[in-house]
C-alpha cells in the first residue's frame, strides 16, 4: 500500500531531525510529510535545510488543522492510507509495518495501543484514558484500549473523509463517532519512547480539560453532527468480528 506519513511539528527543533532522519534511512520505503504548524522556533528552518518533504503553514492551526492539511495532500496525492506521527519521537517506526498489516485486513483505522495486551499503569493521568475508553463503550459498544494514544493509521476512504470535513479532529470523540456510524477500528500493540528532548503541550491541568472535554464531546456533542460522506466514496458500514483483547 502506498503510505504517507504526516508529521505535525509546533516547536518541536529539539526532535524533528532525529525523527525525520530515523524515517529516511530506516524505513525508506514509507513516503512521509513534515506540517509545521506556525512554530516560533527552528522548526521549519531546520526541514528547509536538511532538504525535508515540508508543508509550511504560516499560522499555528493546531493539531487539527495541521494534520488535516497533512490528509488532503495525501487525498491529492493518491495515497492509498495516511498515518498520524509525532514529531517528538515518541511515536515508534518499526510498528508501521504491522499496522498497517491490520489495516489490510479490511479496517478503516488502526490505532498503535500501548494497553492491548497490556495494563494500564494506576495513576491519575490513565484515569483519564480510563474514563474516555469507558465512554467510547458505552456509546458504541467498542472497547478501545488506548483511544488518546496519537499514532493512528487511515485508509483511503478515511483519508478523503478527514480531509473533506473541516470538523474532524484526530481525537478519541472522533474515533467513537466514526465507530458509531460503521467505521471499522482495530488496535496493534505498540511501545512508545519517552519525550527526549521539548516540552509537552500536557500538564495536569490541560490533562483533565482535555478529558472533561472528550467525555462531554462523546456522550452528547457527536449525537447532533451530521456526517456528511467524501465524494464517490464511502466508509464500509461493517463492523465484522470484535477482536478479543485484554486492556
Known sequence: MKLLIVIPAY??????ERVVDGLRSGYPQYDYIVVNDGSS?????????????LIDLPVNLGLTGAFQTGL???????????MQFDADGQHLPQY????????EQGNDIVIGSRFLTKKK???LRMAGSYLISWTITLMTGRKICDPTSGMRLFNRPMVEEFAQNLNY????DTISYLIKNGAKVAEVQVEMAERIAGKSYLNLVRSISYMLKMMISILFVQWFRKRERPRNNAVRQDQGEREEKAC
Not at 508501521?96 to 489495516?103: C, D
Open 72 to 82: 488532503i495532500y495525501a487525498a491529492r496525492h493518491d495515497y492509498d492510507c495516511a
Open 169 to 172: 479532529a484526530p481525537e478519541p
Open 96 to 103: 508501521i509495518e504491522p499496522m498497517l498489516a491490520k489495516l
Open 11 to 16: 516547536n518541536e527543533q529539539e526532535n524533528i
Open 121 to 123: 499503569p494506576k495513576s
Open 41 to 53: 522556533d527552528d522548526t521549519a528552518a531546520i526541514c528547509r535545510r536538511r532538504g525535508y518533504r
